[in-house]
Every structure is written in C-alpha cells, then in structure tokens.
C-alpha cells in the first residue's frame, strides 16, 4: 500500500514524498481512512509505530478542504494535548512538515517558557494548536485562548497524561470544547482508568489496536545483568568503553538518579547529559539536540521526559534501574529497533528490582537472556535468599503493586559492551524540544527502505 491508496491531497502527498516517505505504517494505514470518515478513533498503540502521521495527515486533509469550501477564519479548529514539551514541539514539527502546502498555521504552547511569543502568536490567528494541559489551562484563563470553533480534538499520549496528574486539567479544557467535534483518543495502553475517559469522550469510535504493548520488538536484542546496586555505576562505564556504542540512551526512576549518573559518567570522561522534568525547557532541548547529533554520546532520561524522543539510529538502551511498572520497559527498549531497524536493550537488576523483572516477564510472556560474562555479578547467595523471600511475600500478597504503578511503597517519580555474548536463558529465579528532531514518522518506511 502508498500513501496515495489512502487518498490523501496532492498537497501532503507532495511533502511526504519531500520527507521521503512512501508507505504508511499498520496504524497509519488503519487511522488515515477512519479520521478521513469523520469517525470518531480510539487508538491504542505503543510509541514508533508512527502515531503522530497517523492523526496529522487526516486533520491536515480535512481542514485544507474545510478552507477550500469556506471563508478562512483565524480561529483554532484542530486542539492537540500531549503531556510533554518534547512531544507538544514534536508534533508541531511534523504538522510542520506535512502541511507545507496547505497554508494551514499551527503552534506549539507549553509551560516552562516566556509565554509572550505565543500570546502574539495565538493573536496572529492559528488552526492547529498543539498544547501541553497546564499551560493551556493558564492560557484559557487569561482568555487568550478560546476553544468555541474547535472541530477536532486529539488527546495523544493518554495513559502518560493519566501517570502525570492531568487527567482533571484535561478534563476542564474538554468541557470547554463544542460538544459537536471529532475526537481522536491515542493511548500506548489501556487501564480502566483510560477506558473509562475514553468512554465519557467519544461517540461510537471505532477502535484500532496496533502492536500490543506487551510485545517487544524481535529485532531488539535484549540482556539481563544481575548486579549489585552499588556496583551499578562500575557496570554501566564497563560497557560504554566499547566505542562501537556511538549513542546510548540510559533509564533512571528518579530525576535525581539521572543527574548522579552524568556526573558518574563525566569524571571518567563519557559525555552524558540528563533530560527530567527539573531541568529548564532550554537545557531539555539542549540535551536532546546534542544527542541527536552526537555531541553529547549518552542521554540519561526519566521515562516522562523521555516520552516523545524520536532519535534515528539509536543503537542502545540501557535500562540502569529498572521501571516499577511493567509495560514501561516495552516503551523504554523501544526507542531502539525501530522501524525494522536492529536495536540492543541491556537491563541492570539488583536485589530490590526482581520482583518488578518477574512482572516485566509475565508481561512480554518470556524471559530476557541473562548476561553472566561480565565483571560486576550479583553475590548468587543474596539472589536466592532475595528470590525466596519475593515469592514467599507474593505468595502471602504482602506484596503489592500500587495499582499497577509500583511495588514494595515505590512509586513513579514522575517523571552494554557491544552484543553482548554468553546469554542463556534466566530471569526471575534463574542465575548466574521546536528544534530539530523527527518528524514524526517513526515506523514509516522511506523509498530507500526501512530506517
């Protein structure tokens, strides 16, 4: 199938075929006909499947055609919500990108920044707003923004928006919105929670399901190191002396975490940055233009911040502490491999983080091959009796996740040396930004291949 099955105008076929794009992914090819219809989309897909092409082509379309039959007006017609900065000037950047041609303006709004330039933005007349909650919020309140003309509403990222507190923000700016609108709901997963605002929100949506988010990728090539957790930092400068890991990008629970771990790094010489939600929007983009371009080898990341981060050729991730909800490490390793393209995942597991492996292996319905040939192993004694001691509190349920966002009273903060070799099978028992960036393709295929 091309994009030119799905019926697309001649002024977005051409700025595809500028990007280099040429076939549409599953979800793509799914959504595009769907939102075209005018219908109403619940869409649950994990992130790299080319989400953000899926919804920006059709709204581009139907609004250059809404243009087209009527008088222009300088309201905003298309509402985008997305929960991170980075993601917010992502998307922008692709309805950018797509819709060159079709004379249409959009604007990105987010907190952290001088809201003057995009007060005089808002003024100068806008049809496609993409917004983070809270700063639209502000927004609205100072009546700079008015949401009377809204004809489509997309709330992207929804489960992350759930995980970040906005779910009541989102819900006052929906109330704001005509009741008579297409709505398009796009979520990586699908707690009750998700469900049920999905369910207050759409009118007879037809639901697409693309790439379940317990799978992973068959071209990542994932590792299981058991280490001790102050043995961590020593594992983690161990494998990126193997400079054929040109970019690395490296996962923390906690923002402080992140910010120890460039330090660690940057006494013995590893150029590293950290990107968390304590860091100005400035040093963000910073950080995440330096990676992208390789002036900065290893990009240290809380998963909020680090949801939107579309980086080409990403060769590693490295999950040095691991996620206390499970379908968090689908989303972490799969910013690697994507697209077709071949990806490495290595996880570092101490003591206190076996309880959540064993959750991420019920969830991927296998177990990640262990790593025992390298320098830094967990004491095998302390593993067991570890073992032992999770299954005998699980098995008396004083054990608990935190409605699936945590275990053991952890909660979210809220934010390897080349292939490795001598795998065998182990796990739970077993031992030994606008700035430059994606356009929002990711998981297209371009006319000289996969990417």
Do not use: W
């Not at 697309?8 to 595009?32: D, H, R």
């Not at 709505?183 to 049920?196: D, G, K, R, V, W």
Request: with cysteine.
């Amino acid at each position: 199938m091309s994009f030119e099955n799905l019926k697309l105008i001649e002024p977005l076929l051409k700025a595809l075929k500028t990007e280099g794009y040429t076939t549409p992914t599953p979800i793509q090819a799914q959504a595009i006909p769907i939102i075209l219809q005018q219908r109403d989309l619940l869409g649950c897909a994990q992130t790299g499947t080319g989400k953000t092409a899926a919804f920006a082509l059709p709204i581009l379309q139907l609004l250059y055609n809404d243009r087209m039959a009527h008088k222009e007006q300088k309201t905003i017609k298309a509402l985008i919500l997305t929960p991170t900065r980075e993601l917010a000037i992502q998307i922008a950047e692709s309805f950018t990108n797509y819709g060159k041609h079709t004379g249409l303006r959009n604007l990105v709004i987010f907190g952290g920044v001088s809201q003057n330039p995009q007060v005089d933005a808002l003024r100068r007349g806008v049809d496609i707003l993409i917004a983070t909650p809270g700063r639209l919020l502000d927004l609205m309140n100072q009546r700079h923004v008015h949401l009377d003309h809204i004809k489509m509403l997309v709330l992207d990222e929804a489960d992350r928006m759930l995980d970040m507190g906005f779910v009541n923000d989102v819900k006052k700016i929906i109330a704001k919105v005509p009741k008579n609108r297409q709505t398009l709901f796009f979520s990586a997963t699908m707690p009750n929670e998700i469900q049920s605002l999905a369910d207050t929100i759409l009118t007879k949506p037809e639901k697409i399901e693309v790439t379940p988010v317990s799978s992973t990728a068959d071209t990542i090539q994932q590792s299981l190191f058991y280490v001790e957790k102050n043995d961590k930092k020593a594992l983690l400068i161990h494998i990126l002396k193997d400079k054929n890991i040109k970019t690395a990008l490296v996962f923390t629970r906690t923002k402080h975490g992140a910010d120890k771990v460039v330090k660690d790094l940057v006494k013995v010489g590893i150029t590293a940055e950290a990107i968390h939600g304590n860091k100005s929007q400035n040093a963000r983009q910073r950080a995440l233009t330096n990676f992208k371009n390789r002036t900065t080898r290893v990009l240290i990341a809380t998963d909020i911040a680090a949801r939107g981060i579309d980086i080409d050729e990403l060769t590693h991730v490295i999950n040095y502490e691991i996620p206390n909800i499970p379908e968090t490490y689908v989303h972490r390793i799969g910013r690697t491999g994507r697209a077709g393209a071949n990806g490495i995942a290595l996880t570092f597991c101490d003591e206190e983080e076996i309880l959540f492996l064993r959750d991420i292996h019920k969830l991927i319905a296998k177990e990640i091959p262990v790593e025992e040939g390298h320098p830094y192993p967990m004491n095998p004694v302390a593993m067991t009796a570890t073992l032992l001691a999770g299954q005998s509190k699980k098995g008396s349920g004083s054990f608990k996740r935190d409605s699936g966002r945590g275990g053991s009273g952890r909660k979210p903060s809220g934010n390897g040396g080349g292939k490795p070799g001598g795998n065998r099978t182990g796990g739970s028992g077993n031992r030994s930004g606008s700035t430059g960036g994606s356009s929002g393709m990711s998981g297209a295929s371009r006319s000289s291949g996969r990417r």
